[in-house]
């Protein structure tokens, strides 16, 4: 893929107060003892990363897990080390995760002195009933404290995490759901359908879930309607207000090079994939050797020029907006016909893909079934 100056910056934090029950994610509960042990390893690695990097910093993303159960001193230890490591662009967006029940205003306050610009809230679902079924630690009213704390705090740009496909919601539930949030007016909206993964609880657990024609009409409901309060669908899950995409994601999504710290966090540099360790204990007994964080990394693969190619396609192929077939010449030298004419004539036809203004992208019943679209983008 073709390395653009700037680069991007993802930083993991790999604690939650509990498991949720649809979870997979590298996260789990622990003490302030192995917070700040892991955080003491996280420093290491921004310290010893910024000191090799000077491209510019578009964005940072601290994801998790849930970043907001560390304490403030850690968070602003983070923060601090990033801004001084690494040449973060004024205009950088800065998004932090948080979860109701984690957040006070004084977390966010320093939050927002040291940086972050934007926070995004895993709400789930503002129905307490479909909450406690999720497995989180929070109910409706805590999230909205923490949503207007987060105000409070100068927060001008918020996600909120949506989620439908839960066990027992309906297309007259999963529309209250949205109708309730969109109508606080927040910057930006994610709303995922509930993927059961294997080796949660959910997936031992004999569901009601909505069945695959209600969870399409849910789909359809939700642009329509987040559509009426001014949010735009930019991406195949995610919904915002004017001027307000996430940065981070788009760069992800377009091919800008990213650089991964913490647990089990991935990158993209240099034409390179590669990722952190997943193991906590490894994590931070490897940050004590001088070859850190060298010694923590696995799978280091240079993608080749078919499989740069393929990830221009199909993650591309997720915004909105597709792929500009120019971009593509530019980058690879060679017409995207020459190519991929085969499989975007087919899909055309199928009325899968469409094409305007010298960009592919899928139609509406096409991100129905992008799964398929984009695995034939694989060469
Ligand atoms: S809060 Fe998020 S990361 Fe943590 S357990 Fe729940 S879903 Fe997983």
Redesign the pocket.
Known sequence: MEQNKKIELYVHIPF?V???D??D?L?APAGRDTQEQYVQALLHEIQTEGGRRKEPVASVFIG???PSILEADLLEKILKALYRCFYIEKEAEVTMEA?PGTLTLEKLRICRENGVNRLSL?LQSPDDTELASLG?IHDYQQFLESYQMAREAGFHNVNVDLMFGIPGQTRDGWEKSLRTVAALNPEHISAYSLIIEEGTPFAARNLKLPDEDTEYQMYEDTARILGEYGFEQYEISNYAKVGKACIHNIGYWTGVSYLGLGLGAASLMDGCRFTNTTSLERYTTASRKPDFPDNIRKDLIKLTRQEQMEEFMFLGLRLRSGISKAEFAQRFGIPIEEIYGDVIRRYKELALLQEENGRIFLSRHGIHVSNTVMADFLL
Do not use: D, E, I, L
């Open positions: 939650c509990k498991k949720c649809y979870c994610f996260s998790g897990g849930t979860n895993g989180r």
